[in-house]
Every structure is written in structure tokens, then in C-alpha cells.
């Protein structure tokens, strides 16, 4: 696999140099604890929303950084956990009176980072809560992880919390509303091939010309079952199936859908994908009162997507919908 | 009672960094077997920092397994900077003020580890990680406590660590996933246990003690 890389080691800081540089009205680095954050941020009586993964997820998580979005986020190496004192340190500059919200996509290594990191802050008497987003259907069980993982159902978490935290909502109050997202979000992926981490220079797993991982994670976790590739319209109805059937979303539900690309598919693809997708939820009896299609939460450059659906109310609609901002330009 | 000196306990971390930065892409590459692949990586990256400033350390044993354990939070990602991180700080936490331990005192470090890597991850024995080898381990150190023979202990649990490579082997067939995650995942060994089990070896090489590998992976990894 070719790739632009200079020193492999330096892949993550030098990408992250180059997202504060294009942005920089916006977005400020802290190079030493690979973060970025709102260049306003912290505001004493707004609560901080951050984040911090692994890198390799692009625009997830330090370009998920904005108004209305997170105030502050960091990053690990690729596919790997940010270190405990980056979280601890990205914490420490977003706290604010009103407290901080850590958002933690459910894995092993994330998990122990923040609540190693969560305990440091609130013993320096920072007022901080995390909340584990959970929607991958694809995991009932998982050696790998603690349960489901977080993938890109993280986006509308993200979303509306942002928003939540930006009407001036409380701690309390935003927490409540990542727990409504994540009750009622679910995820599906799919992977064509496998992506190549910039320091592993080799692909991180084997499959044929002719294969497809159905349910694969975000690194490359295998999925549910490995089968023979079949149309788009045929794994989109497996995708949305195993959504669908999974909360279950029910005639009648206003949803917001969203097609993920993870890195190698083309949006031509992702919009064959989508049309199908919004044909199926219609086909449900489902009102689609949002639709998103691109790249949310990637995994390098693997060629595969993720089909994503969130049931929604009223007040969770309204916070989709509020306006918010991320490196991510849209013209 | 056999006592073991500060400075060999610093050369035996000098020893396990060298194994994590020499099996970098080895520890990777069996990650990505099961895993996602950042496990050698995220072990490198901290102990090429430990191995730099561990001279410059000041302190008794304790002090300087925090401050391992601080350098652990700093510089090491992914699951691994908690682990190591959290097993660094309890076992200093047992030795805060001692220039040597005795082998139920380190005994007792490897216990406090075990315990605090446990609490962190909420693993147990028979998940398929690291701990499947540290839990035998420091059985083996309790029940060979009394000992005078620092070698024996260490190749006994060498061999202790070496075996549960092979006994976890197939752990994940076992657990009612294999369905799921196809041949991907089974037989392969958890690269931590492997890095337990090449650590235990490096040592009894470079302290002059007597272990031949016996698990495919261990063969490669110190060869």
C-alpha cells in the first residue's frame, strides 16, 4: 500500500498540524498532548464536550472539534488509545464551571485511558462526567472489546450534545441527552478490503477478491460472518436488516439515516448505498427526517461503509438540526 | 533469604524495554491476528522512553517504578498505557522505600500488579490476556517463595508463562464466538501473554539462567 507518509512515527502529530493550519480562525493544538480544541474554549458556564480516540478514524474525533460539535479532543496513535495524561490534559483545558462531558466509544484501551484520566481530574476537583456510546450491532459479545462498540453512531452523540451543551443545558442535562442518542442509534459496518495502519505498513487483515466482512469493526475487527460479495442493493438490505430488526425501529418512527463511508469507497458508491437504504426505511413504514451520507467515522482507507440509523423525538430533532461547524468543510 | 538488589531490578526493566522495542512489529503483527494491531506499537513507543530516562530516575525502587508507571500514562497508548501503567504504580506502591526486596516482597509487587491490572480492565484468568500469564506466574513465585535459588524461580516461571501460550491457544473457540470470527481468531496466541512469557525469557538469558522456548511464538520472538 502506498501512502504519504514521512516518518511513520510522526504521521499523527503532522496531520493534526495540518487540521489547526487550515482552520485557523477556529482551532488551536496542544502538540505536546496531541489535542485540539476550540480556540474559544472553555467558557465558564457552557459544559465542555470532548472526546479522544484513536487516530485513523478521520474526520472522527479531533476533526469532529467546532461550534455545536466537541469543544476539545485527542488523539491516539493510529487505532491505538490516546495515553492517560493526554486525556487527563485535554480534560484539564476544557473544564469549565459547568463541568465536562467526556463522550468514550466503547473499547477496552478508551475506556481505561478516561477513567484513569476522569479520576486524576475529579481529584483536582474538575467536575467531569463520561458517558460510553455503544451502538454497533454487529457485537453481542466481544473478546476484543467490553461489549458493542462505538462507531459512527458517535456522530449523532457528538451532534447533539454539542447542541445541547450550546443551549446551555447542564452537565446532567447534556449527559441526558448522549444517553437518549445512544439508546436509540445502532450501526452496522461492512469492509471490501482491509486498510493498511501507516506503522504496520502491512494490511491488517487477509481478505478475497471476491469476500466481504459483514459487521467488521472500525480496526479491522472481524465482523459476523465473512461471505461472498454480493450486490449493493442486496448488502445494504443486510446492513439495514440487522439495524432495523436490532432496537427494532418500528412504522411509524421518524429517523434520522446516515450512510458512513470508512475510508476507500467513493460517495458515488455511498450514494448507490444510500438510495437503497432510504427505499428500505420507507418501505418500513419510517419517516427519514435526516440523511447524511459521507465520511463520519473511517477506518484508514478501507474500502467498505457503515449504514447508521437514530430514532427520533422532537427534542432530538431539533438538536440534529441546530447549526454546527467542523473541519470538515462544506461549501 | 535471597535478596534481590535495586540494580537488578533496573536491569531487568532495561531488559524488558529492549524486548518491546525488538518485537515492535512481531507483537504487532499478532495483534492484528485478533486484535487491532497496535499492541507492539503502543509498547515501543513508551519503553523507548523508559529505557532513555530510566538512568536519570532518582529513588528507591518505588520511586522509580511511579515514575515508570507516570512515564507508562505519558507515552503509552492504546490498552497497554493503563495496564502496564496501573501494574507499575501498585507494585510501587509495595516497594515505596526499599534499595532490595526479598522474593515474598516482590512476590507480593507481582500480586499487587495483578490485582490492580484486574480492577482496570475488569479481565479475569481465561479472558486471553496478559493476565493468563501473570496469574500463573505469581502463583508459581508464591509457591516457590522459601526459595534460595533466585534462578529456579525465574526459569520456573519462564516455563510457566511460556505454557500458557499453548493453553490459551484456543481460548477463543471455546468461548462460542469462533462462528463469528472464523479462523482468524482462533489459534492464535494473545500477544500479551506472548510478551510476558519473551520478557521471563530475556531475563533468564541475560541473568544466565537456563529456559529453552517452547511455544512457536516465544521461539520467534527471542530468536
Not at chain 1, 481530574?121 to 450491532?137: L, T
Request: aromatic letters at 6%.
Amino acid at each position: 500500500m502506498k501512502k504519504f507518509v514521512n516518518d511513520p512515527a510522526n504521521f499523527v502529530p503532522e496531520f493534526m498540524k495540518g487540521v489547526v493550519l487550515a482552520n485557523p480562525d477556529l482551532l488551536e493544538a496542544v502538540p505536546e498532548f496531541q489535542m485540539i480544541k476550540r480556540k474559544d474554549r472553555p467558557v465558564a458556564d457552557k459544559v465542555s464536550i470532548v472526546q479522544g480516540s484513536g487516530s485513523g478514524h478521520e474526520p472522527a474525533h479531533v476533526m469532529a472539534v467546532g461550534p455545536g460539535m466537541l469543544d476539545g479532543a485527542c488523539q491516539g496513535p493510529v487505532f491505538a488509545a490516546p495515553p492517560v495524561d493526554a486525556c487527563y490534559e485535554t480534560i484539564k483545558a476544557l473544564a469549565s464551571d459547568a463541568g465536562v462531558l467526556v463522550l468514550v466509544n466503547n473499547y477496552q484501551g478508551d475506556r481505561m485511558a478516561w477513567d484513569m484520566a476522569c479520576e486524576m481530574a475529579e481529584a483536582e476537583g474538575i467536575k467531569v462526567k463520561q458517558f460510553i456510546i455503544n451502538d454497533d450491532v454487529a457485537v453481542k459479545d466481544s473478546l476484543y472489546t467490553v461489549g458493542r462498540r462505538g462507531v459512527a453512531g458517535n456522530f449523532f452523540v457528538i451532534k447533539a450534545c454539542g447542541a445541547a451543551a450550546e443551549a446551555g443545558k447542564s452537565l446532567d442535562e447534556v449527559y441526558a441527552v448522549a444517553e437518549k442518542v445512544n439508546n436509540n442509534v445502532r450501526t452496522m459496518g461492512v469492509a471490501l478490503t482491509s486498510c493498511t495502519p501507516p506503522a504496520k505498513g502491512t494490511p491488517i487483515f487477509e481478505i478475497g477478491e471476491d469476500e466481504m466482512e459483514v459487521g467488521v469493526g472500525i480496526h479491522g475487527e472481524p465482523g459476523r460472518q465473512r461471505a461472498k460479495i454480493t450486490s449493493a442493493d442486496q448488502i445494504t438490505e443486510t446492513l439495514f436488516e440487522a439495524v432495523q430488526t436490532d432496537l427494532p425501529f418500528q412504522s411509524g418512527d421518524r429517523v434520522a439515516l446516515m450512510i458512513n463511508g470508512l475510508g476507500g469507497t467513493p460517495p458515488a458508491e455511498l450514494y448507490v448505498l444510500y438510495a437503497k437504504a432510504h427505499e428500505l426505511a420507507e418501505g418500513k413504514g419510517l419517516t427519514v427526517a435526516r440523511n447524511y451520507v459521507g465520511e463520519y467515522c473511517t477506518s484508514l482507507e478501507m474500502a467498505g461503509a457503515s449504514l447508521t440509523m437514530l430514532k427520533l423525538d422532537s427534542e432530538l430533532e431539533e438538536m440534529l438540526a441546530a447549526p454546527a461547524e467542523i473541519a470538515t468543510r462544506v461549501f | 533469604m535471597a535478596e534481590i538488589s535495586q540494580a537488578k531490578i533496573e536491569k531487568a526493566i532495561d531488559l524488558t524495554a529492549d524486548t518491546a522495542i525488538r518485537n515492535e512489529h512481531y507483537f504487532c503483527d499478532l495483534d492484528g491476528l485478533a486484535g487491532d494491531g497496535d499492541f507492539g506499537n503502543s509498547l515501543a513507543t513508551g519503553f523507548k522512553v523508559i529505557k532513555a530516562e530510566l538512568p536519570q530516575i532518582d529513588g528507591e525502587i518505588g520511586a522509580k517504578l511511579l515514575k515508570i508507571s507516570m512515564l507508562c500514562s505519558k507515552h503509552v497508548g492504546g490498552s497497554s498505557g493503563p495496564i502496564w501503567g496501573t501494574g507499575f504504580m501498585k507494585a510501587a506502591m509495595v516497594s515505596k522505600g526499599k534499595t532490595e526486596v526479598t522474593l515474598p516482597e516482590l512476590t507480593e509487587m507481582v500480586g499487587a500488579a495483578v490485582d490492580g491490572i484486574m480492577a482496570r480492565g475488569g479481565a479475569k484468568l481465561g479472558d486471553k490476556t496478559l493476565l493468563d500469564a501473570l496469574i500463573p506466574v505469581h502463583e508459581k513465585m508464591k509457591e516457590m517463595a522459601g526459595s534460595e535459588d533466585l534462578g529456579a524461580v525465574l526459569a520456573a516461571c519462564a516455563q510457566v508463562a511460556d505454557n500458557a501460550i499453548d493453553e490459551t491457544r484456543t481460548l477463543v473457540a471455546h468461548r462460542g464466538r469462533a462462528s463469528q470470527v472464523g479462523d482468524r481468531s482462533a489459534n492464535t496466541p494473545d500477544p500479551g501473554i506472548v510478551a510476558i512469557a519473551t520478557i521471563l525469557h530475556d531475563w533468564c538469558r541475560e541473568f544466565g539462567v537456563e529456559h529453552a522456548p517452547k511455544a512457536p511464538e516465544l521461539n520467534r520472538a527471542t530468536a
